[in-house]
């Protein structure tokens, strides 16, 4: 980050300014290590590796900073030869492509794709992880000068009250211990105006959710560290590959037999590569089996947190993730 940046941010706790006490900019103005301070309560957080760290390196998304870690190119479009995160991106906000002068920011970043798609548009975009995925995140999209990334909890966001034109959370709120909470503490950093996006797995009557194999093995995949099931997914995926694309050509039947044993072939829907499509197949099965939270919800459900925030204009569909939601706040 850069010192000037620091207007962008607020204590977590008390919502007061911050102070640099510690850290000094290099020749390009960033600041690799340093000390933030703030101004109320006084509580401290490390800039370490260009990036503010508002949470402890240990957290229940460690899986998710494997993940994005070992797969940080995997969804990026220049990588997968296809304008998936970029249709999807713009597809799912319904934003305009030129948002200079606005700031958005994005809950749950991963290693970025959405990032550098944000960022296409010209806003300032504060990207935010839980994870250490940010180090991915700030590798592939930190030297942009419209970019600022943090490591920081969604439910205690380093930001002042009403200070965004749009935010977005997407591939995220399922994954959260209390996702209506996590969903309502978004709403608050909208400026009056300001637009919010979020999508949220569906979720299915319970006679229906016995068909979806992941529930069944899941209290047993989340126990195991993350190293050790990503490399038991790896080797799986690559047993189960040959048979996978002789599943895939059965019509209609083979994808939901590919998805129940946890194998993925995502090149019947998308032209990919054989090496992309085998590792789009390994990134989903780990994030299929290796979150600590995945908790579907129900389109009213959803509905009616957007009314609890006290949005308008709201639009609650199904889409790419399961159900999408879109809102404004009310304007003064």
Known sequence: MKKNQLTFFACPKCR?????????????????TGLLKCTGCHQ??????????????????????LEWSRHC????????????????????????????????????CGSGRFTEQAAKTGAMVI???????????????GGRKNVLIAQADIYRLPFKNNSFNRIFCLGVLQHTPDVRQAFLSLARYLKPGGCLVVDVY???PL???????KYLVRPFTTKIEPDTLYRWCDRYVNFMWPLTKLFNKIPKLGRHVNRSLFVTDFSHKYPLSEAVAREWALLDTFDRLS???????????????????????????YGYNGIEGRGMSPQN
Do not use: C
């Open 44 to 65: 401290s957080y490390d800039i370490r590796d260009y990036i503010p760290r508002f949470v402890p390196q240990e957290n229940y998304a460690q899986g998710f900073g």
């Open 16 to 32: 007061a300014e911050f102070a640099l006490v510690a850290g000094k900019p290099d020749s390009d103005g960033r600041i690799e």
């Open 202 to 204: 569906r979720k299915y």
């Open 291 to 317: 979150p600590a939270y995945d908790q579907p919800q129900y389109r009213r459900t959803l509905q009616k947190w957007f009314e609890e925030a006290a949005l308008e204009n709201i639009e609650i569909g």
């Open 73 to 108: 190119f995997t969804q990026y479009d220049s990588y997968a030869g296809i304008p998936f995160s970029e249709t999807r991106f713009f597809q799912e906000t319904r934003w305009p492509r030129n948002l200079e002068g606005e700031t958005i920011l994005e809950v749950g």
């Open 127 to 141: 990207s935010v992880d839980l994870s250490h995925a940010v180090e991915a995140n700030y590798a592939l999209n």
């Open 207 to 213: 006679w229906m959710r016995f068909l979806d194999t």
